[in-house]
């Protein structure tokens, strides 16, 4: 595995400088590696590498499990002989321990007065969120314009009336991998669950691998990067670019000059001023990055002595204030984690922010007043162990990962990934128009991006680099960017 200690670069000009170790930065490295291109750097601010893949040694001392700060789910993996989650290769080359969540089929209800059978308002959220999908595919095939998931359920005479239905409305869109919210844009369809369009399967695969899911990447790196080609520790705070070339310096003071820089940042880092543009950036890219949405999602853990919690995988919370720790998850299952005495809530969006403000013993106790509503026949004792991550106020993500909202439309995604005076590129998750929000977003950005670049350096100056809608109009639905792949 590659050395978390970075030895000094043998020279500070490069041909390319990756910025940012995670998904996209690997497979970016690893693509020009492929095309011929070895004299890279990529610069991270953390001690190693894999981004927002964060695992956890949780529990107390002789109990402690691999948890999951950031993914924990490879969502789509290959249907028959379709083309495979290139994450879910990655996992089975790796071998990588994962196991099938049964996000739907094993869950308990529950609400303010503890346990309460409401799976049939359950199922019929499930085939309202079918329906509006349908409803936004066939407007989408119009040309009628975006609106949020919440007008599209108002379209459809569908309005959430009991805590019972906001919970379930909220388990679809807000805790859904690939919506994270109620004002999400209607048209926002990640085509991970949809072979027909090129995505994989709506199979969801769960890491429990005690190495973390990061292993899958930074195993991967380990086949082709040299120390020399990172840099560790070091945070880019000013990137100063013309059509000659690029200056990175970072808080550590170092400086390094490359040809071409590719940012790998996330969204919310670049919708931030922690990474300063000199020039700054034109109009439309600045349009771009702040028109898509940044949501956090972030996964609180507790640790009991002994379960006392539903028997299924996964349980529903419904109060009388909507996202009010609504998902639970119990790790001391069969086939995740029996006898850990684990289990973890899920809280998004404002509450997600909520949380933020709040000390670790404060979320606590608001958290345990929930497990004792929905456990009232039983004395519920305090935790042994509790951690609770804190990804929107951290400066290296600014949330967890990006979502389409009602006024995100093709001409920004394209302006996202789009070159700025052929020196300046971009991948990430958040670029990646079919599967953005994913790893595999983060993947395919990062190995598409690099390709381009190649080309570019190959060509000796002459390339044009990802071409940008100069001003973007209307709100045409998807249609030429869908061959980016
Ligand atoms: C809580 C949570 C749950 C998630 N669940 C899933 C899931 O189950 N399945 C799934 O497919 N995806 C999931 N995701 C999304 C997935 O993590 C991302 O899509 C993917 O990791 C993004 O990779 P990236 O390379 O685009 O960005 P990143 O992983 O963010 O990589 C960017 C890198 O840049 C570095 N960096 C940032 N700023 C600076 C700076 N100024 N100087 C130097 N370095 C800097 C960061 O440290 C980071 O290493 C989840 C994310 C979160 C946070």
């Given at each position: 595995m590659l050395s978390r200690i970075s030895p000094a670069p043998a020279s500070n000009h490069t041909t390319v400088l990756i910025l940012g170790g995670g998904m996209a930065g690997i497979i970016a490295a690893r693509t020009l590696h492929e095309q011929g291109i070895d004299d890279f750097i990529i610069v991270e601010a953390k001690v190693e590498l894999g981004g927002r893949m964060i695992p956890k040694p949780f529990g107390v001392p002789g109990r402690q499990v691999t948890v999951e700060m950031g993914p924990n789910w490879i969502q789509g993996t290959q249907q028959?002989?379709?083309?495979?989650?290139p994450i879910w290769e990655l996992a089975l080359k790796h071998n990588l321990t994962t196991v099938y969540n049964d996000l739907y089929g094993s869950i308990t209800t529950y609400d303010y007065n503890g346990y309460n059978n409401y799976t049939d308002t359950f199922n019929t959220a499930v085939d309202n969120f079918a329906a509006a999908t349908i409803v936004a595919g066939s407007r989408l095939q119009h040309n009628q314009v975006d609106m949020s998931l919440k007008s599209a359920y108002g379209i459809m005479g569908i309005s959430p009336k009991t805590p019972q239905e906001d919970a379930c409305d909220y388990y679809q869109i807000d805790w859904s991998p690939s919506q994270t919210s109620w004002i999400a844009s209607a048209w926002n369809n990640n085509f991970t669950y949809v072979p027909e369009a090129g995505g994989y399967s709506d199979e969801n695969m769960m890491s429990i691998d005690s190495r973390g899911f990061v292993y899958i990447a930074q195993a991967e790196a380990a086949e082709f990067?040299?120390?020399?080609?990172v840099i560790f520790n070091q945070t880019v705070n000013l990137i100063e670019y013309s059509e000659d070339g690029v200056t990175v310096k970072t808080t550590g003071g170092m400086t390094l000059t490359a040809d071409h820089v590719l940012v790998t940042f996330s969204a919310g880092v670049l919708q931030n001023t922690d990474v300063v543009f000199e020039p700054t950036l034109p109009d439309w890219k600045v349009e771009a990055v702040n028109s898509i949405e940044m949501a956090t999602y972030t996964k609180i853990f507790l640790q009991f002595n002994e379960t006392f919690w539903f028997p299924t995988e996964m349980a529903l919370y419904a109060d009388q204030q909507r996202g009010k720790y609504p998902v639970w998850q119990s790790l001391d299952h069969v086939g995740f984690?029996?006898?850990?005495?684990i289990v973890f809530v899920t809280v998004t969006g404002d509450w997600s922010l909520y949380v933020e403000q709040l000390t670790a013993e404060e979320v606590q106790a608001e958290v345990m007043e929930v497990l004792r509503a929905m456990y009232p026949n039983i004395t519920v004792p305090d935790p042994i162990d509790f951690h609770m991550p804190t990804w929107a106020s951290n400066m290296l993500y600014r949330g967890s990962y990006s979502n389409w909202g009602p006024s995100f439309v093709q001409g920004h995604s394209d302006n996202l990934r789009a070159t700025v005076d052929n020196r300046l590129w971009f991948a990430g998750?958040?670029?990646?128009?079919?599967?953005?929000?994913f790893l595999q977003g983060a993947y395919l950005e990062g190995q598409s991006v690099a390709q381009e670049i190649a080309a570019c350096v190959k060509s000796e100056g002459t390339c044009a680099g990802i071409p940008h809608v100069e001003i973007v109009t209307n709100a045409e639905p998807y249609s030429s960017s869908l061959t980016h792949y």
């Open positions: 028959g002989d379709g083309p495979a989650n990067l040299q120390p020399q080609q984690f029996p006898g850990s005495g998750e958040a670029t990646s128009l079919k599967y953005f929000g």
